[in-house]
């Protein structure tokens, strides 16, 4: 759909550009905005790489395993299906420290991995089990403590206060959190 709905955009960004004679200013934008997208991935790819590496020395020492422990009683709660399934229990605690870390580029793949695993365990496998629902809103709520992404793009924009915004988004994960925990609950409730 968007690859249908973007070149109209376009098409008529240039239309009406050309009929009010802002076409040089377009053309010069276009530009501009490319630079200003190269600028920020480069800021953006430091970060990740950042926490990618914290992530992958956190994953090769015991710090993976005892975060799950510290996670368990959190994770036996939300995720009731798989109390036994280790290899689950882990890749959820590294996807989950990857969004309260603020790095949601990098939680994707550990997301990716966590489903899968709650895959395996997934009696029926054309539909969503209530682990995996409860994932996808963990993932979307994105509890951070320290939003990473959000300080990158704002500190590559000049901010004068890139870490200004840490307590709403704290505010917002939080009660976005709660939201779709509590709905998933409800959810599953009320299909049993």
Do not use: H
């Amino acid at each position: 759909m968007l690859n249908f709905i973007w070149p109209i955009f376009i098409i008529i960004s240039y239309i009406y550009a050309t009929f009010t004679g802002n076409i040089e200013k377009v053309n010069t934008e276009i530009f501009n905005s490319v630079n200003e997208a190269v600028s920020l991935s480069i800021s953006l790819l430091g970060a990740m790489c950042l926490w990618c590496g914290i992530m992958k020395i956190a994953q090769s020492t015991n710090l993976i395993v005892k975060f799950t422990k510290l996670l368990n009683p959190v994770m036996n709660w939300l995720f009731p299906e798989i109390k036994d399934n280790k290899e689950a229990k882990e890749k959820i605690a590294m996807n989950m420290t990857a969004n309260i870390l603020g790095i949601g580029n990098a939680s994707t793949p550990l997301g990716l991995k966590a489903m899968e695993e709650l895959q395996k365990c997934n009696r029926n496998k054309d539909r969503l089990s209530d682990s995996m629902a409860m994932l996808i809103v963990l993932n979307t709520a994105s509890l951070q403590i320290i939003p990473t992404t959000i300080i990158a793009i704002r500190v590559s924009l000049q901010s004068k206060n890139p870490t200004a915004i840490i307590v709403p988004v704290w505010i917002a994960t939080i009660c976005a959190a709660i939201a779709g925990i509590t709905a998933v609950k409800l959810f599953i409730l009320r299909n049993k």
